[in-house]
C-alpha cells in the first residue's frame, strides 16, 4: 500500500496542518497537554497514544478519524479522501461477515 522509502504516516504534518487550519497555538492544547509535547509531536521526536488522539482532535475540533486520516493521506483532494473512504468502509462491512 505504501512505498518502503515513504513513512506510513505522517502524524507530524496532520497535526500540524489541522491545528493551523484551526487557527490554534500549540498553547491552545494546554489543558490536555503541555507546548513542549505538542512541539515534539509536530517534530516527529514522539508518536501519541490512541486517547492522546482523542484528546487532540477534540481541542482542534475534528473527530479523531479525521487527524488519523489526514496523517495517512498523500493528497487530501475530495477524489483521493472518497477513494480511501470507500474502501475503509468496505473492509469494515468485510467484518461483518
Same mark, same amino acid.
Given at each position: ?28 492544547? &494546554? ?11 509536530? $517534530? +516527529?521526536?514522539?508518536?501519541? #497514544?490512541?486517547? %492522546? @488522539? ?6 482542534? &475540533? ?11 493521506? $498523500? +493528497?487530501?483532494?475530495?477524489? #483521493?479522501?472518497? %477513494? @480511501? ?13
Amino acid at each position: 500500500m505504501s512505498n518502503a522509502t515513504e513513512p506510513r504516516n505522517n502524524f507530524a504534518a496532520a497535526l500540524r496542518t489541522i491545528r493551523k487550519s484551526k487557527g490554534l497555538s500549540q498553547e491552545a492544547f &494546554g489543558l490536555i497537554s503541555s507546548r513542549t509535547y505538542v512541539s515534539t509531536l509536530e $517534530r +516527529k521526536i514522539q508518536s501519541p #497514544t490512541l486517547n %492522546k @488522539v482523542d484528546d487532540l482532535a477534540e481541542v482542534m &475540533g475534528v473527530h479523531p478519524l479525521t487527524l488519523l486520516a489526514v496523517s495517512y493521506l $498523500r +493528497k487530501t483532494d475530495a477524489s #483521493t479522501v472518497d %477513494k @480511501v473512504l470507500a474502501m475503509v468502509a468496505v473492509q469494515i462491512s468485510e467484518l461483518e461477515k
